[in-house]
């Protein structure tokens, strides 16, 4: 921990739940954070996950009591340092039948341009098919040939041509001049955790019928990537139904499913077809929660953008998760990559050579935790008034929240060997119908204890039903 903590930590208790005070239950870790950047990535990460933890505990005491929750009757929240390393850099540790999968494809990544350098993002396949289409690149083309189209013209130019075709690439720039642009400047205007609140009428939590804060509440997940299956994973690992809902013409990377899976069903509609909609309505209709996690506006032809469904279901906590927040790119498509990208972030991170990049996706995770510290305090608030909530968090608030918080010095030591017990905290979850995957431990704690690993069920294989 070091100077920022207390500011993050604060900001992050206080952006979630709306109690400061909660941040007084919060210890220092046990162990090393090993997020090693020039920003204060480890202490947004223990803001994060100490955050949701707070939030759990918090919820509980209200179901328990049906009244807001004593600060000093709170469990002491004392997260593993090095267990949360691994959860932030869960990519790093995730095997599967003892393989490795290649997190990055070869459409994404780094590449210089006439004037500079930008991120592409590729890992889906309908992604890289639009990222060449922009390049004039056939579908056999491969990380040379995207190189060398790129090249060919600057870093504005692509960036622009991808937003308007569908792909996706962001122009490296500094600190300085991402905070000079027009959606850097509507980024700040908005807090860190947007919440809107209605007097639904909503019915109070059912009795508590576990030990665990969330028992009892149903969850239906229309999210992918990282940042909103985090969110899930962590509602799931505190109790909660969840249930994960994909487009069979949209399938899921495998393995990222599986590493942000636990706890979680899964399975398959499509929206086109009226059963399948139906189905999805049905769902809906006996949820407390809709947590969604694509592009503003990709979900309103369904009518599952968040008005929409709270006007259909106005007794649903609704959450969402996107890359850019409210702006002139509310829009686009982006990743936590790309955001790092244009921020600043990946310059920060770089030598003469090249840009670099944050040791983990820690804006996706850092999204992710506290967006369902949001979805339990906005549980909270139905149990204690009736009102329902949406709670909405974008990569881009997240990360200039890392960016303006206090950084930690410059060590004019000589680098030691980085700590590399994180690589140890990990779970081998078996699969049903065979296999197995390893896994990171679970960061959150209750009642003062680390979580325990929740099944693991395969993608797509659950029934579409509560």
């Known amino acids: 921990m070091t100077a920022s903590f207390d500011p993050l930590a604060t900001e992050l208790v206080s952006a979630a739940t709306g109690r400061a005070e909660l941040v007084a239950a919060l210890r220092p870790p046990a162990g090393p954070v090993t997020l090693p950047s020039p920003l204060p990535v480890d202490d947004l990460a223990l803001a994060a996950v100490g ?27 004392v997260l ?15 095997t ?62 692509w960036e622009e041509r991808a937003a308007d075709e569908g792909a996706i690439i962001g122009r490296v720039r500094t600190e300085e001049e991402w905070r000079t642009h027009p959606h850097a400047h509507a980024v700040r205007e908005h807090p860190l955790v947007r919440r809107n609140v209605t007097d639904a009428g909503a019915s109070p939590l059912p009795d508590l019928t576990s030990r665990l804060p969330l028992a009892g509440i149903r969850v239906l997940d229309l999210t992918r990537v990282i940042a909103g299956p985090v ?22 990377i495998d393995w990222q499913f599986l590493d942000t899976g636990a706890g979680k069903g899964s399975a398959l509609l499509d929206l086109a077809d009226p ?11 006996q949820a407390d929660v809709l947590v969604t996690g694509y592009r503003p506006g990709a979900l309103a032809g369904f009518a599952l953008d968040p008005a929409s469904a709270r006007e259909r279901w106005p007794h649903l906590t609704t ?20 955001v790092q990208a244009v921020s600043g972030i990946t310059m920060l991170h770089g030598t003469d050579a090249a840009p670099g990049a944050l040791p983990a996706q820690a804006l996706d995770h850092t999204a992710g935790y506290l967006l369902a510290a949001a979805v339990m305090n906005a549980l909270e608030t139905r ?22 918080a206090p950084r930690p010095p410059v060590s004019e030591a000589p680098p030691v060997t980085p700590d590399e017990s994180w690589r140890d905290r990990t779970v081998q979850i078996p699969l049903a119908g065979g296999g197995s995957v390893r896994c990171a431990a ?25």
């Open 51 to 77: 955050t949701a933890s707070l939030a759990a505990a918090s919820l509980e005491s209200v179901r328990a009591s049906g009244h807001e929750a004593d600060v000093e009757r709170l469990a002491p929240v």
């Open 80 to 94: 593993d340092g090095p267990r949360l390393t691994a959860a932030y850099r869960s990519e790093q540790v995730f």
């Open 96 to 157: 599967w039948n003892g393989e490795r999968p290649d997190g990055w494809a070869p459409a994404s990544g780094l590449f210089e341009t006439a004037d500079g350098w930008v991120r592409t993002h590729g890992n889906y396949p309908h992604h890289a098919a639009a990222l060449r289409r922009v390049l004039g690149l056939g579908a056999d083309a491969g990380k040379e040939q995207v190189a060398a189209a790129l090249r060919k013209a600057t870093g504005a130019h």
């Open 231 to 252: 969110c899930t994973r962590t509602l799931a690992l505190f109790g909660a139904d969840v249930l994960r809902i994909d487009s069979p013409r949209l399938p899921e």
């Open 275 to 285: 059963d399948s909609r139906a189905t999805l309505d049905a769902l809906l209709a």
């Open 319 to 338: 959450a969402t998760v996107d890359a850019w927040g409210p702006g002139p790119w509310a829009g686009r498509r982006g990743f936590d990559s790309i």
């Open 383 to 404: 149990h204690l008034s009736g009102a329902a909530s949406h709670v909405a968090v974008s990569l881009a608030r997240v990360a200039q929240t890392l960016l303006h």
């Open 442 to 466: 679970p960061a959150p704690v209750w009642n003062g204890a680390p979580l325990e690993s929740p099944p693991l069920f395969p993608y797509g294989a659950a029934d579409p039903a509560w």
